[in-house]
């Protein structure tokens, strides 16, 4: 996903939080020997909603000099982000202080504004259709409702709004591989509760529960 000797300044990697983040990680180790966790050079963040006053305290952060080494790595995962936060980042994603390296996490590259999108190297991780996760789906759907409610518990608490996106999209795939088109309600559905997650705080809660009580 990631090369070493042609390593770009910025990239918006559209995936799975965790899944993106564990190759982000190797790849940091393997390419540079740097470990995120401890790190004084790796800044990891996440964000439901990413403000201006976050993209203020990125463009301070990202004009320091490195403690150790010659690199800055900024890791950010993110459900959303503003207007104004994205506008106040386009010189900093197209003119960096020198070995300073982005790596922005996402469930999707439409949050985009063209301006800032043309700045960033944009990548879509197999973590969003990967064929375990698609079994993970397909496993979900064969659950009776009191199950799925046990296990959509672990996102509820964890608050992962992005796993929450590719999980509902990656359902309605299945659901529209399969051809059921008895499920097209559901569908639609899924499609209608998929949006709610855009908003700025989204219940997690219900859009997943109701979510585990369709007729799937």
């Given at each position: 996903?990631?090369?070493?000797?042609?390593?770009?300044?910025a990239?918006?990697?559209?995936?799975?939080?965790?899944?993106?983040?564990?190759?982000?990680?190797?790849?940091?180790?393997?390419?540079?020997?740097?470990?995120?966790?401890?790190?004084?050079?790796?800044?990891?963040?996440?964000?439901?909603?990413?403000?201006?006053?976050d993209?203020?305290?990125?463009?301070?952060?990202?004009?320091?000099?490195?403690?150790?080494?010659?690199?800055?790595?900024?890791i950010i995962?993110l459900?959303?982000?503003?207007?104004?936060?994205?506008?106040?980042?386009?010189?900093?994603?197209?003119?960096?202080t020198?070995?300073?390296?982005?790596?922005?996490?996402?469930?999707?590259?439409r949050?985009?504004?063209?301006?800032?999108?043309?700045?960033?190297v944009?990548?879509?991780?197999?973590?969003a259709v990967?064929?375990?996760?698609?079994?993970?789906?397909?496993?979900f759907?064969?659950?009776?409702?009191?199950?799925?409610?046990?296990?959509?518990?672990?996102?509820?608490?964890?608050?992962?709004k992005t796993?929450?996106?590719?999980?509902?999209?990656?359902l309605v795939?299945?659901?529209?591989?399969n051809?059921?088109?008895?499920?097209?309600?559901?569908?639609?559905?899924?499609?209608?509760?998929s949006?709610?997650?855009?908003?700025?705080?989204?219940?997690?809660?219900?859009?997943?529960?109701?979510?585990?009580?369709?007729?799937?």
């Amino acid at each position: 996903m990631f090369s070493k000797e042609s390593l770009h300044h910025a990239y918006f990697i559209e995936g799975h939080k965790q899944s993106v983040l564990a190759e982000i990680e190797n790849f940091l180790h393997s390419a540079f020997n740097i470990t995120r966790q401890g790190h004084p050079d790796v800044h990891y963040s996440q964000h439901q909603s990413f403000g201006i006053d976050d993209g203020r305290e990125l463009q301070n952060m990202q004009s320091m000099k490195p403690v150790l080494g010659d690199k800055k790595i900024f890791i950010i995962a993110l459900a959303s982000i503003t207007s104004e936060a994205q506008n106040s980042l386009l010189k900093v994603f197209e003119e960096p202080t020198a070995g300073t390296h982005f790596f922005i996490i996402s469930s999707s590259a439409r949050i985009l504004l063209p301006t800032l999108r043309s700045r960033l190297v944009i990548i879509y991780h197999t973590s969003a259709v990967n064929i375990s996760f698609k079994n993970e789906v397909a496993q979900f759907v064969a659950m009776s409702p009191r199950d799925r409610l046990i296990d959509v518990a672990k996102m509820i608490e964890e608050k992962d709004k992005t796993g929450a996106e590719v999980f509902l999209n990656a359902l309605v795939a299945l659901l529209h591989e399969n051809k059921l088109k008895e499920k097209t309600d559901v569908i639609k559905e899924i499609l209608s509760l998929s949006k709610y997650l855009k908003n700025r705080s989204p219940s997690l809660k219900l859009i997943l529960e109701r979510v585990a009580l369709l007729d799937l």
